[in-house]
């Protein structure tokens, strides 16, 4: 028997490790109690953050699921309506969070990713109408996750949250991938934040750090934001040691994104020769590609366990979809391999 290889592993940017040098960073960081403020390399962090995102101030908080239902927390009242693009996290894939916390009701509108301005204007429910719950909250998420990494133009996202400010309705980002959008549209993640009252970046995908993200804004929404994180239970001690990972990976990690963006492209191209594959090449602009399945070949559960056999991780992400996700941890000779292994796989 030969020997078994790892796998390469596609179901996700999160599936990352730790390098040795990262590890050595977190190890020798200084570290404090940072409920009493005191910890120094969550504060280089939060302020490093705050910078790149043109924001008065930023947060530390441990996960982008937090982050969003912290955000929700902050902008919205008990209610209220919040409206969202179609298929986005908050939506999808936090357990029903944003009823049982914010006790918001969610408005799911366009497709692929994407709407405009005018569509948001017509979800748009008055305040101090006897019967509509009033809109206070419009969420755009930046690269939208299952619409396959699409990268929300930033016209429309200036548009949208423009109509917001005119109806005095609040705005977030969750930039969980935010810095994929800055990687694959040459705009700095100051400029994609810059109409956002509220914005969330992760760490912990394609970064390549063990965890966390960071919500930045304003100082007196962040002053609410942090104590919605202590209510939350994710007001943490010395977090300096995951903090010297995220910086680490700033340094390190924020510009290599564009081979992960690269390497996607080259398993779409590929794929996409598949008969029994559908994939809209337009939409592949980041790290993760979505491809469907035709009614006369496998279904993706299939394609799952034929791609396992063969060493290849992918995600089952609907009936005929399947996701990859490219990240730090596959190199482009991985990808290659991969597309060959999928390939068959899905021939079979
Ligand atoms: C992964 C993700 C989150 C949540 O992040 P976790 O750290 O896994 O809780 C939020 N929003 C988007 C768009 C994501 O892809």
Known sequence: ???????????????????????????????????????????????????????????????????????????????????????SHTVH???????????????????????????????????????????????????????????????????????????????????????????????????????????????SKGLGAPGGSMLAGSRTILERAQRYRRMAGGAMRQVGFFAAAALYALDHHLDRLAEDHANCRLLAERLALCPRVRIDLDRVRTNILIFHLTPDGPTAAEVVDAARDQGVLVFAFGPRTVRAVTHLDVSREDCEAAADRLTRAIEA
């Not at 405009?116 to 998420?141: D, M, N, R, W, Y």
Request: hydrophobic letters at 40%; a negative charge.
């Open 1 to 87: 028997m030969k020997p078994a290889e790892p796998a390469i592993d596609l179901r996700s940017d999160t599936v990352t490790l730790p390098t040795v040098p990262m590890r050595e960073a977190m190890a020798r960081t200084p570290v404090g109690d940072d409920q009493f403020g005191e910890d120094p390399t969550i504060n280089r962090l939060q302020e490093r953050v705050a910078e790149i995102l043109g924001k008065e101030r930023a947060l530390w908080i441990p996960t982008g699921t937090m982050a969003n239902q912290i955000a929700l927390r902050t902008l919205t009242r008990p209610g209220d309506d919040v409206v969202v693009c179609a298929g």
């Open 93 to 203: 894939h936090e357990t029903g969070a944003s009823a049982a916390n914010a006790g918001v009701q969610l408005t799911e509108i366009g497709a692929d990713g994407i709407f405009s301005a005018e569509q948001f204007v017509a979800a748009c429910k008055p305040a101090g109408h006897i019967v509509a719950p009033p809109t206070t909250l419009v969420e755009i998420e930046n690269t939208h996750n299952r619409a396959g990494g699409v990268v929300v133009p930033q016209d429309r996202v200036e548009r949208i949250c423009r109509a917001a400010r005119d109806r005095g309705v609040a705005s977030y980002l969750d930039g969980a991938r935010l810095w994929n959008a800055s990687a694959a549209t040459g705009h700095s993640p100051a400029a994609l934040s810059a109409p956002f009252d509220l914005v969330s970046v992760a760490f």
